[in-house]
């Protein structure tokens, strides 16, 4: 599809509404689609997003403030019409072309009313794509700007819903608030609200982030770490095992991440890693069990250094130390920086070291008892349960891939059939 995203400014101008707009930019064209921002202020910044400055959708400049200051006294500009027009012709040549357009906030704020009504005109006589209007602000229901509003055209095409027009709002509450502004029913208002980055908020290297997206770590329930080189005495064996009896006792896309190399000391652990790999297939954890080492292939090694390893511990949302012997077990003390809950064998170094703040199983513990507590431990972990939240429910990919995506291509499909008929 090609969509087109209108609104008084656009990035690298620093906003909500321009965060929004960066991000849904983004993301839909890395997904194949043609992007077209139209906007007052901003530049071409996105690479694969096409810009369109154009004044007259801006929130200022001389046209506009001068409008905007007669508007606020109730009085109508001489060439309110003639810029009207002017606006509709510029949408039109910027935009025309587009399968859908999103409009931000001029639906229901009055920052810029030719634009405004430019765009509501074009809806009605059906003019150009059809247009999404995405609300984040309300005119009429905010006391600070009740001055500025008057009782007919152009103002109150702001707290009015436009046929043909389909509406979105970014909360629940939102939601709420454009029905009362509208008196229009919850279920005619679409909601989808913002999100966020997790691997720009981590920081992640190219590295890391290649194989977050390889490994889809973003849409698992629970991502375990076992920080350890793969070398017998770490007993990652009885890590898979745990994470297959975790799986199958919640019910979770669970995984774990096993960061390490085979130890260079010991020229059995690459056997080893072979055990490993069968006890993986065994237990059907093809798809959960990642070793970094083995991530880009047998015969290509991958290796992390410190500060992607640090990623990893701020992917996860737990640690799995099974080890059946340990001098200490620092990666103990760097989960307990990463306020991640550790789940281990109960050693005396790891008694020691996380005093009764990790949760600690003899290495005989039956596995479903192991699951059972691991579960129970994270099902009521306030922290745990939020950060499952937003991986799974409020990231920018996850939002426009499985929201915005289907809006859009029912919107521009309903134009298409409207069209024909």
């Not at 890395?30 to 007052?40: I, P, R, S």
């Not at 587009?98 to 005109?121: E, M, P, S, W």
Request: charged share 15%; net charge negative.
């Amino acid at each position: 599809m090609h969509i087109g995203i209108v609104h008084y400014a656009a990035p690298p101008v620093v906003g909500g509404v321009e965060l929004t707009i960066f991000h849904h930019a983004r993301i839909l064209t890395a997904l194949g689609h043609q992007v077209t921002v139209v906007a007052g202020r901003g530049d071409s910044v996105q690479p694969g997003v096409t810009y369109k400055d154009e004044p007259l959708a801006g929130s200022g400049g001389e046209i506009i403030n001068r409008i905007n200051t007669a508007l606020a006294a109730g009085n109508i500009p001489a060439d309110f019409e003639e810029l009207v027009g002017q606006t509709q012709t510029a949408l039109l040549n910027h935009l025309g072309d587009c399968d859908v357009i999103i409009g931000h906030n001029f639906f229901t704020l009055h920052k810029n009313q030719l634009l405004t009504t430019a765009v509501y005109r074009l809806t009605q006589t059906k003019q150009g794509p059809p247009w999404v209007a995405w609300h984040h602000d309300f005119a009429w229901l905010r006391p600070q700007y009740q001055d500025e509003l008057h009782p007919s055209e152009p103002w109150t095409l702001l707290k009015q819903p436009w046929p043909g027009v389909r509406h979105v709002t970014v909360s629940q509450a939102q939601q709420i608030d454009l029905a009362r502004l509208y008196g229009l029913p919850l279920e005619q208002i679409t909601v989808v609200s913002p999100g966020v980055d997790p691997i720009d908020f981590w920081r992640c290297g190219q590295k890391v982030a290649g194989l977050i997206e390889q490994w889809q770590l973003l849409e698992a329930d629970c991502v375990f770490l076992l920080p350890a080189r793969i070398t017998r005495r770490k007993n990652i064996e009885l890590g898979l095992r745990w994470l297959a009896a975790v799986r199958q006792a919640a019910g979770w896309d669970a995984r774990l991440i096993i960061t390490g190399p085979p130890g260079p000391h010991n020229p059995t652990n690459a056997a080893y890693l072979e055990n490993l790999l069968s006890i993986q297939r065994e237990l059907n954890l093809t798809d959960a069990v990642h070793f970094v080492y083995q991530a880009y292939g047998a015969d290509q090694q991958l290796l992390l250094d410190d500060a992607e390893l640090a990623n990893f511990y701020q992917i996860a949302d737990a640690m799995l130390f099974p080890s059946r012997q340990e001098g200490f077990g620092i990666p103990i003390l760097e989960a307990g920086l990463a306020r991640l809950p550790i789940f281990a064998t109960d050693l005396p170094p790891f008694r020691e070291s996380a005093a009764a703040k990790a949760t600690l199983f003899p290495l005989d513990t039956p596995f479903a008892e192991v699951a059972a507590t691991i579960t129970t431990t994270l099902q009521t972990d306030r922290a745990f349960q939020l950060r499952r939240r937003v991986r799974t429910h409020f990231t920018w990919q996850g939002i426009v891939k499985h929201k915005i995506l289907p809006l859009l291509s029912q919107v521009a499909a309903d134009s298409v059939v409207t069209s024909e008929q």
